[in-house]
């Protein structure tokens, strides 16, 4: 079992940069988006090209995946139970990046590209609509927020760097 050593995005954005100058990558820009909980990365690849992602750090999988959708889940076994998610709000800026880079405690990163999570979920229905309550602090009352995000089945992710373990060995 593999150590968690990352807490929050924070960490995972200073480890991500510093992960990626190890592989000889260059920092253009790194800016924070989503009320800090995310970040978009401008980087020229080991290859000289420039490249733009936006990373998100994620605590775990979307374990309940099948749960929620069962149908999919049915007609698609091969593609797994747990899935990945991302609010739709979120969706629309990664899809200006060229990839969407998911970061996990354990120093994992996984990608997929912004177009193919999106013409996936729209095309498999895989569009939730969360209905979350929220503590409003400055307001000092309760308030209803209808969350939607797009989910995708991990086994679509691929590793960052190759020499990363496949997420289904990990998984399984």
Same mark, same amino acid.
């Given at each position: 079992?593999l150590k968690?050593?990352l807490?929050?995005?924070?960490?995972?954005t200073?480890?991500f940069a510093r992960?990626?100058?190890s592989?000889d990558y260059?920092i253009?820009?790194?800016h924070? #988006?989503? %009320?800090?909980?995310?970040?978009?990365?401008?980087v $020229?690849?080991?290859?000289?090209?420039?490249?733009t *992602?936006?990373?998100?750090?994620?605590?775990k999988?979307?374990?309940?995946f099948?749960?929620?959708?069962p149908?999919?889940?049915m007609e698609?076994p091969e593609l797994g139970?747990?899935?990945e998610?991302i609010n739709?709000d #979120?969706? %629309?800026?990664?899809?200006?990046?060229?990839?969407l $880079?998911?970061?996990y405690p354990?120093?994992?990163i *996984?990608?997929?590209?912004?177009a193919?999570?999106?013409?996936?979920?729209?095309i498999?229905?895989l569009?939730?609509?969360?209905n979350?309550?929220?503590?409003i602090?400055?307001?000092g009352?309760k308030?209803?927020?209808?969350e939607?995000?797009?989910?995708i089945p991990i086994k679509?992710?691929?590793p960052f760097?190759s020499?990363?373990?496949?997420?289904?060995?990990v998984?399984?």
């Open positions: 079992m968690n050593k807490k929050n995005q924070a960490q995972a200073v480890w992960t990626l100058k592989y260059a253009l820009k790194e924070p #988006c989503n %009320k800090t909980r995310d970040s978009i990365f401008e $020229i690849t080991p290859n000289s090209k420039k490249e *992602y936006y990373v998100k750090f994620k605590r999988f979307f374990n309940s099948s749960k929620v959708f149908k999919f889940y698609h139970a747990v899935g998610s739709v #979120c969706l %629309k800026q990664a899809l200006l990046c060229d990839k $880079i998911f970061i354990d120093e994992r *996984y990608f997929i590209y912004p193919l999570l999106h013409e996936f979920a729209t498999h229905g569009i939730r609509i969360q979350k309550t929220h503590y602090k400055e307001f009352h308030k209803e927020k209808f939607v995000t797009a989910c679509l992710l691929q760097f020499k990363q373990l496949i997420l289904s060995e998984i399984s």
